[in-house]
Structure formats: structure tokens, C-alpha cells
């Protein structure tokens, strides 16, 4: 999948605080490898998130080869938008 780098940041703050915990927890990862996946560059504390970023407008395209995290992230963000 791709997504811009905006659009990618875009999603990571419409997500309520502990999302990023959330996200680690169910997917049984490192919070740190959450951050990274939306733009944090830590590897020594986190694992690489499977994407890759070419230059361009709105921050380049990020090619994401699992989209696990970006649709828990979008759930979490559709749930607290319902007040689940």
C-alpha cells in the first residue's frame, strides 16, 4: 500500500492517547516499533516496520508492506470518534 508521509503523520494524531501502547500490545511488538512505523526513527529500541519512503511532496511516498498497524490505528480512531 501507499500512503504519503502526511497522510500517514495525519493518522498518528488523530489517535487518542495509549494508542500506540494499544497497537503494541495486540500485535504483541514494541511500542517503539509503532512510533516508528509513523515517522520515528529509533531502531535501536524498535524494529524496522516494513516500509520504505521515496522523496516527494507531502513528506514522499511511503510504500508499507504490512498494513497491520495502519488499520488497528484507523479502527482505534473510527472507535473513538463512535465514543466506543
Known sequence: MNIT???LRNI??????GSVGRI?????????TVRN???????EEGSL??????PG???????L???AILEIAQRIIQENKLGM
Not at 498518528?12 to 492517547?17: A, L, N, R, T
Not at 503494541?24 to 517503539?32: F, V, Y
Not at 516496520?49 to 521515496?54: D, L
Open 5 to 7: 508521509f502526511s497522510e
Open 24 to 32: 503494541a500490545n495486540e500485535l504483541g511488538i514494541n511500542e517503539q
Open 37 to 43: 512505523y509513523f515517522g520515528a526513527n529509533k531502531f
Open 57 to 63: 511532496p507531502e513528506g514522499g511516498v511511503v510504500s
Open 65 to 67: 508492506e504490512d498494513t
Open 12 to 17: 498518528k494524531h488523530q489517535m487518542p492517547s
Open 49 to 54: 516496520t516494513g516500509k520504505h519512503v521515496q
